[in-house]
């Protein structure tokens, strides 16, 4: 893919080489994914019961701390 950047910003996704047709959805809007307001930048933890919508910010430290803890490996 070729990414065209103007003041540090993409502004268009083409594909990379003359043998790509064309780009695929997903990618075709990428830059507007990453400078979405709605985008999530910080981990958040859900406080309260599923489906209330409640959550808090937490350190990235803590979040991967929370994976961690409920990976669970099942080598025999």
Not at 34 to 59: D, M, N, Q
Not at 64 to 71: C, F, G, M, S
């Amino acid at each position: 893919m070729r990414l065209f950047v103007r003041n540090g910003k993409v502004t268009r996704v083409e594909p990379g080489s003359p043998h790509e047709i064309r780009v695929c959805l997903r990618d075709r809007g990428l830059h507007e994914w990453v400078y979405s307001k709605e985008r999530l930048l910080p981990p958040l933890k859900r406080v309260g019961k599923c489906g209330e919508g409640r959550f808090e910010p937490i350190s990235w430290d803590q979040a991967l701390d929370t994976v961690a803890a409920e990976l669970v490996f099942c080598w025999a």
